[in-house]
């Protein structure tokens, strides 16, 4: 209804412009047709914050599946981790053996263990990967900019 209401008061101006002066619209009725066009403007200003608006749930929601998707890759990889556990400890019926005999390799595959678990843990901190990667791009040229910005400039030969 609005756009028919402004394409009519659109094609009387041109009209109007290209016949010349056609006859004069009371004050009212003047009145009425800019309350219609604010009212049309202030709707229309609202569409565009809506638009906006679902723009940047939609956005928000893409991080969060990217999010849902890498906790549920770190959680297949604990699973691994907790499933090789589990089978060393199946094998091993005693720990006492397995420890005395190589202690350091025991240790290090305990560190081993806890670094994998580490990595593949998923908190509230955890970024999404494409924040990530945004991020390392960002930094890296900065990181070589302050390189250069901070070594000293060897002088030219003359």
């Known amino acids: 209804m609005h756009a028919s209401l402004l394409a009519l008061l659109l094609a009387a101006s041109s009209a109007e412009a290209q016949t010349g002066p056609a006859v004069p619209i ?5 009145d009425a047709a800019a309350q219609r066009e604010a009212r049309y403007l202030r ?11 679902l723009e ?4 928000e929601m893409k991080l969060k599946d990217e999010l849902l998707i ?11 981790v907790a499933s090789e556990i589990l ?23 305990i560190q081993s ?22 991020m390392k791009r960002e930094l890296t040229p900065k990181a ?15």
Not at 70 to 80: C, G, I, M, P, V
Not at 113 to 133: G, N, Q
């Open 26 to 30: 009371p004050a009212a009725d003047a």
């Open 43 to 53: 709707q229309q200003v609202a569409v565009d914050n809506a638009r906006q608006e």
């Open 56 to 59: 940047a749930q939609r956005a």
């Open 70 to 80: 890498l906790a549920r890759e770190r959680n297949a990889e604990l699973y691994k």
């Open 87 to 109: 089978a060393r400890h199946a094998k091993q019926r005693s720990w006492e053996p397995f420890i005395q005999s190589s202690r350091v390799r025991m240790e290090n595959l």
């Open 113 to 134: 263990y806890d670094d994998r678990l580490r990595v593949a843990r998923f908190t509230e901190a955890t970024l999404p990967p494409s924040v990530e990667e945004r």
């Open 144 to 158: 070589a900019d302050n390189a250069k910005a901070a070594s000293p400039v060897a002088p030219q030969p003359k």
